[in-house]
């Protein structure tokens, strides 16, 4: 059998709010607010554990060691963790909230990821984000290719690449911009990748508001290095209006999976046309029917669907062959969002049978929902037995990590916190305890 497993990032026990991400409109305005490490660690463990109760697939990502020290001896800082820490904040705080963000929560961003059926090797192919656009991002890339060779060791099933090459032409963010169809998990698909600029094509480089923070040649790429057939993938361009709205990332404004897509109306350059291609892809794979369908703005604002985040839901397919939905709270208070869910349930057209809201607000305020803290990862039960098992989601696993929050995890984090040196043993010690939970090395990790 083959299925989809959702590889959660743990929120780190450093959660903050340092307003780092130009172009993620939550990010910057709640830049400076409190944080509860604690609550968004446990809101992210309660999606987890609801997923899994739906039979679907789960397991988990730590979260990346911080302060990211070497990050910081780079920028010219010496001494104990201690002294750079506190010679980094004199110099600037926000370098200090670089070295400390949790932002690998955000595993959506961690890697692509190409199930075996779409792979020419018959392999599953990783390669891990440059996440090059901002730099408090770019320092995860090292250290999750290193996880997910951890994880994904067996060579005879998968293939964890190096991240692209670093530099603005091939900036890349992972999952969060590709979107795999197929009829069923196990069935060959689809890969619908989206960029926001190309560095070869000037007339897909206008300039905006906001960073476009892939490109059309970071696709290409990684479609080549998985071996995708080329009737088989699809390059899309995101609405630059809609990057200047507050989309980032393409999974703020369309989701897909398996043989359902949505996506509102403003999401993509030449829509109609992409759509078409979409379908046109999809009929010379599969006989049974592709369920796309476009949200419009007049039903659902732009804005209100940033504000709503209600394309960044989770679609999981479960046994009966219809979708749960897993959105975030916020898709209750915006009106025309909650509208939308009502309607995408009632309508018999739409396979969706359920829609769950989840409170992950800790995460939201960083511009972070259900969909951005999963990576998927489509596996047959023999590369299931093939990856590390440890860290695949059961009881035993949800009451240890439950325990390991408890203890590590502090209530509160201010901004200021980050200059206190306790939390740099804290956060390490945190770590440590964790990586002997999911039998993760973490020397090899640390990336120092
Ligand atoms: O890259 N926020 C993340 C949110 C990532 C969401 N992921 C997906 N859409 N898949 C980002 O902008 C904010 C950190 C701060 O401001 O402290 C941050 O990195």
Not at 252 to 269: K, N, P, Q, Y
Not at 422 to 437: N, V, Y
Request: proline fraction near 6%.
């Amino acid at each position: 059998m083959i299925r989809e497993f959702n590889f959660d990032g743990l929120v780190g026990p450093t959660h903050n709010y340092a307003g780092l991400s130009h172009g993620n409109l939550a990010s910057s305005k709640n830049q400076g607010q409190i944080a509860s490490p604690k609550l968004a660690a446990l809101e992210g463990l309660a999606k987890m554990r609801f997923v899994a109760g739906l039979g679907i697939g789960q397991a988990v990502l730590p979260p990346l060691p911080r302060p990211h020290l070497r990050l910081l001896r780079e920028l010219g800082f010496f001494g104990s963790p201690t002294q750079m820490i506190e010679s980094a904040y004199r110099a600037d705080p926000s370098l200090v909230a670089i070295a400390y963000s949790a932002s690998s929560m955000w595993t959506a961003n961690a890697a692509t990821v190409s199930p075996s059926p779409d792979t020419g090797d018959g392999r599953v192919h990783f390669t891990p984000a440059n996440l090059n656009t901002l730099l408090h991002r770019s320092i995860e890339a090292r250290q999750t290719t290193e996880v997910l060779q951890q994880i994904f060791a067996d060579e005879n099933h998968f293939q964890v690449h190096s991240p692209l090459p670093f530099g603005s032409a091939m900036s890349d963010e992972g999952a969060a911009n590709h979107t795999r169809l197929a009829s069923e998990h196990g069935a060959a698909g689809i890969e619908i990748f989206t960029y926001g600029r190309s560095t070869l094509d000037a007339s897909q480089s206008v300039p905006g508001k906001f960073p476009a923070r892939q490109t059309r040649e970071s696709c290409q790429a990684i479609a080549r290095r998985h071996q995708l057939g080329a009737s088989r993938t699809v390059f899309v361009q995101q609405n630059p209006q809609a990057i200047d709205a507050g989309v980032f990332h393409n999974d703020v404004i369309s989701v897909g999976s398996a043989d359902l897509l949505l996506a509102h109306e403003m999401a993509f350059v030449d829509q109609h046309k992409m759509i078409a291609e979409i379908r046109d892809a999809w009929a010379q794979l599969s006989e049974t029917p592709l369920h796309c369908f476009e949200i419009s703005n007049a039903e659902l604002p732009l804005a209100d669907a940033v504000s709503s985040y209600l394309f960044n839901s989770q679609l999981l397919k479960t046994d009966s062959g219809s979708f749960v939905m897993v959105c975030p709270a916020e898709c209750q208070t915006v009106a025309p969002a909650a509208r939308v869910l009502e309607r995408l349930v009632d309508d018999e057209a739409i396979p969706i049978s359920r829609v769950q809201c989840l409170d992950l607000r800790q995460s939201m305020r960083n511009g972070g929902g259900p969909a951005c803290l999963r990576l998927r990862v489509v596996l047959s039960d023999l590369q299931r037995e093939s990856a590390k098992p440890s860290v695949f989601w059961n009881d035993k696993l949800d009451q240890q990590l439950t325990a390991w929050v408890h203890s590590h995890y502090r209530e509160e984090l201010k901004p200021e916190d980050l200059r206190d040196p306790q939390l740099i043993d804290e956060s390490f010690r945190a770590q440590e305890a964790l990586c002997r939970i999911l039998q993760l090395d973490l020397e090899s990790i640390l990336d120092t």
